[in-house]
């Protein structure tokens, strides 16, 4: 168990650019989540992937925003355009559902964007 | 999701316990309770889960009240790497995929 891996740990942008984060999951994790996290919040739920099909989306995801998870082992987050207010945490989690409740997630060190 | 109500923070003194109260009143039968907590600079983690019985583990104990509408984190004796955010969470087994985080408490462990 290597954990649940994010690249890049920081990245600055100006504002319209595109920013892209890579997440890693534990291996046998076959669900893996996206969350936002600003100063002083808990994380926002984004979206969330079964295996390559991406389930469930936040309305926080704008057209903007775009994830994917191609292969059902790594997944991306992409933000085009990027505003100031993209600035945040990004946060990368995964477990391997069993269909209980008590199902925990493991968390990346996440991806802290700046938007200058 | 049930919503849950937590202080905005607390503080301990190291070396002793503390109770890290979460208020849950609209919980249904197939809530599961979850405690994660996040240390300065990294991701969430993991402490501990329960759904009526009272839970122990290596980091915490979970007690949970009688009609499920509250429940408690006790750390037993604080260290300052307690020194957190503490969420408590509500995961229904049978809806709703997402794990849903609010603000938590802070807390402090003082030397």
């Known amino acids: 168990d290597t954990g649940v891996s994010q690249d890049p740990r920081h990245k600055i942008t100006k504002r319209g650019q595109n920013v892209t984060f890579r997440c890693d999951p534990i291996s046998e994790h076959n669900r893996l989540y996206w969350y936002r996290q600003t100063l002083g919040q808990g994380p926002e739920f984004l979206t969330y992937?079964?295996?390559?099909?991406?389930?469930?989306k936040s309305r926080l995801l704008s057209d903007r925003f775009s994830a994917e998870r191609p292969k059902g082992s790594f997944s991306t987050l992409e933000i085009q355009r990027t505003e100031q207010g993209d600035s945040a945490m990004y946060l990368c989690a995964s477990y391997r559902a069993v269909g209980s409740g008590a199902n925990v997630l493991t968390f990346g060190a996440g991806s802290r964007l700046t938007v200058l | 999701d049930a919503k849950t109500t937590q202080p905005n923070s607390m503080e301990s003194n190291e070396e002793e316990p503390v109770h890290l109260p979460c208020n849950h009143s609209?919980?249904?039968?197939?809530?599961?309770i979850h405690w994660y907590r996040q240390l300065p600079s990294q991701g969430p983690e993991y402490v501990i889960h329960?759904?009526?019985s009272n839970v122990n583990n290596r980091m915490a104990s979970l007690a949970i009240a009688e009609d499920r509408k509250s429940s408690t984190l006790i750390l037993h004796r604080a260290t300052l790497r307690d020194a957190a955010v503490y969420y408590c969470i509500l995961r229904d087994v049978n809806y709703g995929q997402n794990f849903v985080f609010g603000p938590g408490t802070r807390l402090s462990v003082l030397p």
């Open positions: 329960g759904l009526t």
């Open positions: 992937f079964q295996n390559e099909a991406q389930l469930e």
């Open positions: 609209t919980i249904s039968g197939t809530d599961y």
